[in-house]
């Protein structure tokens, strides 16, 4: 595969997570009442922040494991 | 409707999101080497990746608010374009066609119709096929600046120049496999985007209990059962029980064969996605492994929609009202993602609602530009050039693929009728084209003067039986008895549709048997080796685990669909 796109995508969501878990603990609590006062920025700002650190974390084992029996890792094509 | 006020945290999500989008068309762009390269991602794709580009490229603008709007509309029985209307047909196209489409090394489905059929064949489909993805990028770039214009005030320029940029920006530098890299990049963006909604919705309403409750009180104020708005087939006996006006026979063979057939297993859209797989086996998981994640979409994009008139027809009064009194259903995803979102998620899941719209646009042109190549430029204008010339061919298709895409979203604006009657003529065109496909690859028999006369007696078939009946409560014209005389009254749209595609596949099912029976083969049996069923020698999965063999992945994926019906029922 040319380009290993859990990078990426891994990528841009741990970036939405520290972006909208930093927004969920510095915003005015009023603006979640639309939200049934749940603080959701932060709570779903937390959820991306894992999946992205995974997404990362799979990208990065693959380019730097042996790539015995991994189908998915980065080569030249 | 009231506004939706975007703060800076939402403009920044979006603007990451743009960013990714171009950067991963860039990275893309130094593997583009061969005409193959820019048209099919150099057959190099895994089939996780293809699997989710197969349903990201169909998760267009229709699907989201369209969905949605289905939802708010007819409740849970939207969910048949889902667990009746695509996963039986995905999981044929996975096991059965997708030998003779990869195997034959076809590099478009028009160009499969020329190795099995013929010429004319072909270009019947190449050119019909051709115009219509350029319409519904159009459509689609059309639908979301109209949305944007209204839902956050944006000038229907600004969006249509924005998106025709972007998605320009990034299959000109990185072909197919930055489209397909792309549209995974927005599948996942879609669920993150919209699963807080559905969740936050769900809570609202009391859970899946609280939701049946409030749509039972939608659906005996409508004058149906209780339960019209909450179950899948309970209510199919007869068209007049059900909001979607449909009987159970006219829902399971027109939507749940014809339309669903004809769309998954012939439209190159999608098959393209996975003749980009990397093996045979990788393309015939494709589709199944799109499979899974498909049978669950119904809880992000139909959900939110039955939540949005649950709390509506509860005295919410949540969904602007036209001037006849009925709910404004299209505008269903879009309230509730104002309505429960605050500044941070907003931006999120409107960046995931613009996502769903450009992976729309993306699919269309992608599929465009390699048919316009492939099957128009090279087979018809310029053959015999160098593969350079095809590959350069290519980008400057897929720019003006864009081009024409926004004359038709500014055609949209003035000439709303022709872009229905399009679409109604696609329709016809569309709707026959699963007979000569099935019977092109499991009957040896059937001719190339047979596929095509059988494919024009079909579409016309399909206008005939258009233009003699009519929906219940529409006046003649574009919403069919066009020639003056109504010899049926269909109780909706929906079922006139439907059987419309009925017919029109019985008619090319028929005609292309007769016609065939009548005329020489064009074609040897050695000449059909690798196109057709019985000529092909039998595939064996012996090599491959157990578990990854796609008729275990079928299996599990028609049980777990059959499981979902009954839950539903």
Same mark, same amino acid.
């Given at each position: 595969?040319?380009?290993?796109?859990?990078?990426?995508?891994?990528?841009?969501?741990?970036?939405?997570?520290?972006?909208?878990?930093?927004?969920?603990?510095?915003?005015?609590?009023?603006?979640?009442?639309?939200?049934?006062?749940?603080?959701?920025?932060?709570?779903?700002?937390?959820?991306?922040?894992?999946?992205?650190?995974?997404?990362?974390?799979?990208?990065?084992?693959?380019?730097?494991?042996?790539?015995?029996?991994?189908?998915?890792?980065?080569?030249?094509? | 409707?009231?506004?939706?006020?975007?703060?800076?945290? !939402?403009? /920044?999500?979006?603007?990451?999101?743009?960013?990714? +989008?171009?950067?991963?068309?860039?990275?893309?762009?130094?593997?583009?080497?061969?005409?193959?390269?820019?048209?099919?991602?150099?057959?190099?794709?895994?089939?996780?990746?293809?699997? #989710?580009?197969?349903?990201?490229?169909?998760?267009?603008?229709?699907?989201?608010?369209?969905?949605?709007?289905?939802?708010?509309?007819?409740?849970?029985?939207?969910?048949?374009?889902?667990?009746?209307?695509?996963?039986? /047909?995905?999981?044929?196209?996975?096991?059965?066609?997708?030998?003779?489409?990869?195997?034959?090394?076809?590099?478009?489905?028009?160009?499969?119709?020329?190795?099995?059929?013929?010429?004319?064949?072909?270009?019947?489909?190449?050119?019909?096929?051709?115009?219509?993805?350029?319409?519904?990028?159009?459509?689609?770039?059309?639908? #979301?600046?109209?949305?944007?214009? *209204?839902?956050?005030?944006?000038?229907?320029?600004?969006?249509?120049?924005?998106?025709?940029? @972007?998605?320009?920006?990034?299959?000109?530098?990185?072909?197919?496999?930055?489209?397909?890299?792309?549209?995974?990049?927005?599948?996942?963006? @879609?669920?993150?985007?919209?699963?807080? *909604?559905?969740?936050?919705?769900?809570? !609202?309403?009391?859970?899946?209990?609280?939701?049946?409750?409030?749509?039972?009180?939608?659906?005996?104020?409508?004058?149906?059962?209780?339960?019209?708005?909450?179950?899948?087939?309970?209510? *199919?006996?007869?068209?007049?029980?059900?909001?979607?006006?449909?009987?159970?026979?006219?829902?399971?063979?027109?939507?749940?064969?014809?339309?669903?057939?004809?769309?998954?297993?012939? !439209?190159?859209?999608?098959?393209?996605?996975?003749?980009?797989?990397?093996?045979?086996?990788?393309?015939?998981?494709?589709? $199944?492994?799109?499979?899974?994640?498909?049978?669950?979409?119904?809880?992000?994009?139909?959900?939110?929609?039955?939540?949005?008139?649950?709390?509506?027809?509860?005295?919410?009064?949540?969904?602007?009202?036209?001037?006849?009194?009925?709910?404004?259903?299209?505008?269903?995803?879009? +309230?509730?993602?104002?309505?429960?979102?605050?500044?941070?998620?907003?931006?999120?899941?409107?960046?995931?609602?613009?996502?769903?719209?450009?992976?729309?646009?993306?699919?269309?042109?992608?599929?465009?530009?390699?048919?316009?190549?492939?099957?128009?430029?090279?087979?018809?204008?310029?053959?015999?050039?160098? !593969?350079?010339?095809?590959?350069?061919?290519?980008?400057?298709?897929?720019?003006?693929?864009?081009? $024409?895409?926004?004359?038709? /979203?500014?055609?949209?604006?003035?000439?709303?009728?022709?872009?229905?009657?399009?679409? #109604?003529?696609?329709?016809?065109?569309?709707?026959?084209?699963?007979?000569?496909?099935?019977?092109?690859?499991?009957?040896?028999?059937?001719?190339?003067?047979?596929?095509?006369?059988?494919?024009?007696?079909?579409?016309?078939?399909?206008?005939?039986?258009?233009?003699?009946?009519?929906?219940?409560?529409?006046?003649?014209?574009?919403?069919?008895?066009?020639?003056?005389?109504?010899?049926?009254?269909?109780?909706?749209?929906?079922?006139?549709?439907?059987?419309?595609? @009925?017919?029109?596949?019985?008619?090319?099912?028929?005609?292309?048997?007769?016609?065939?029976?009548?005329?020489?083969?064009?074609?040897?049996?050695?000449?059909?080796?690798?196109?057709?069923?019985?000529?092909?020698?039998?595939?064996?999965?012996?090599?491959?685990?157990?578990?990854?063999?796609?008729?275990? #992945?079928?299996?599990? +994926?028609?049980?777990?669909?059959?499981?979902?019906?009954?839950?539903?029922?």
């Amino acid at each position: 595969m040319k380009l290993d796109l859990r990078l990426p995508i891994g990528l841009m969501f741990t970036i939405f997570g520290v972006m909208l878990t930093l927004y969920g603990l510095a915003s005015d609590p009023a603006i979640y009442a639309r939200s049934l006062g749940i603080n959701i920025n932060l709570w779903w700002g937390l959820v991306l922040l894992v999946f992205g650190l995974v997404m990362l974390g799979f990208a990065l084992r693959a380019q730097r494991g042996p790539k015995s029996n991994d189908t998915h890792s980065t080569s030249t094509p | 409707m009231q506004q939706i006020h975007l703060s800076a945290i !939402d403009y /920044a999500i979006l603007g990451v999101y743009f960013a990714f +989008v171009l950067g991963i068309g860039w990275a893309l762009r130094r593997f583009v080497k061969s005409s193959e390269d820019f048209f099919l991602s150099g057959r190099s794709i895994p089939a996780w990746i293809a699997g #989710l580009a197969f349903i990201s490229a169909n998760l267009g603008a229709q699907e989201v608010i369209g969905m949605g709007a289905s939802g708010a509309k007819y409740g849970m029985m939207t969910s048949h374009f889902y667990w009746l209307g695509a996963i039986p /047909a995905m999981v044929f196209v996975g096991i059965f066609m997708m030998p003779f489409y990869y195997g034959s090394r076809a590099r478009s489905v028009p160009e499969y119709l020329k190795l099995r059929f013929d010429e004319k064949t072909r270009g019947f489909n190449a050119i019909t096929f051709a115009v219509m993805t350029v319409f519904s990028s159009g459509i689609s770039m059309y639908a #979301l600046a109209k949305l944007l214009e *209204l839902i956050l005030g944006w000038s229907f320029h600004t969006s249509v120049i924005l998106s025709a940029a @972007i998605v320009l920006a990034y299959i000109f530098l990185g072909g197919l496999t930055s489209a397909i890299y792309n549209e995974v990049l927005q599948f996942f963006l @879609i669920v993150m985007g919209f699963l807080p *909604l559905v969740l936050l919705g769900l809570k !609202d309403v009391g859970g899946w209990d609280g939701l049946t409750a409030k749509l039972s009180t939608v659906a005996t104020n409508a004058g149906y059962a209780p339960g019209a708005w909450s179950s899948s087939w309970r209510h *199919l006996d007869s068209a007049s029980a059900n909001p979607m006006g449909v009987e159970w026979f006219g829902l399971v063979m027109g939507l749940g064969f014809v339309l669903s057939f004809g769309y998954w297993c012939t !439209d190159f859209l999608v098959v393209q996605r996975a003749m980009a797989a990397d093996s045979m086996t990788a393309a015939r998981r494709t589709p $199944l492994l799109a499979a899974i994640p498909k049978m669950l979409f119904p809880a992000l994009v139909i959900l939110p929609g039955m939540i949005a008139i649950a709390m509506h027809g509860t005295g919410g009064g949540l969904l602007p009202v036209e001037s006849d009194g009925t709910p404004n259903y299209n505008l269903a995803v879009p +309230v509730m993602l104002g309505h429960y979102l605050p500044s941070g998620l907003l931006g999120l899941g409107l960046t995931a609602l613009m996502a769903s719209f450009m992976s729309g646009m993306a699919g269309n042109v992608t599929a465009f530009n390699a048919v316009w190549t492939y099957d128009i430029y090279q087979s018809h204008i310029r053959p015999g050039q160098s !593969d350079q010339h095809y590959l350069r061919m290519g980008q400057v298709a897929t720019v003006f693929g864009i081009l $024409l895409s926004v004359v038709a /979203a500014y055609a949209a604006t003035r000439f709303n009728n022709i872009l229905d009657m399009l679409q #109604l003529v696609f329709a016809f065109v569309n709707a026959p084209l699963f007979a000569t496909f099935l019977l092109g690859m499991f009957w040896r028999r059937t001719t190339g003067h047979g596929a095509f006369y059988g494919l024009l007696i079909g579409t016309a078939a399909a206008a005939v039986h258009h233009g003699l009946v009519l929906p219940h409560g529409a006046t003649p014209g574009l919403k069919g008895a066009f020639f003056g005389t109504v010899l049926h009254t269909y109780p909706s749209e929906m079922a006139q549709n439907f059987w419309t595609a @009925i017919f029109a596949w019985s008619a090319c099912f028929v005609a292309t048997i007769a016609i065939s029976l009548a005329t020489r083969r064009n074609k040897s049996d050695d000449e059909l080796k690798g196109l057709v069923y019985a000529l092909t020698p039998r595939l064996t999965d012996h090599e491959i685990v157990w578990y990854k063999r796609p008729a275990t #992945l079928a299996v599990l +994926v028609l049980g777990l669909t059959l499981v979902l019906n009954v839950i539903f029922w």
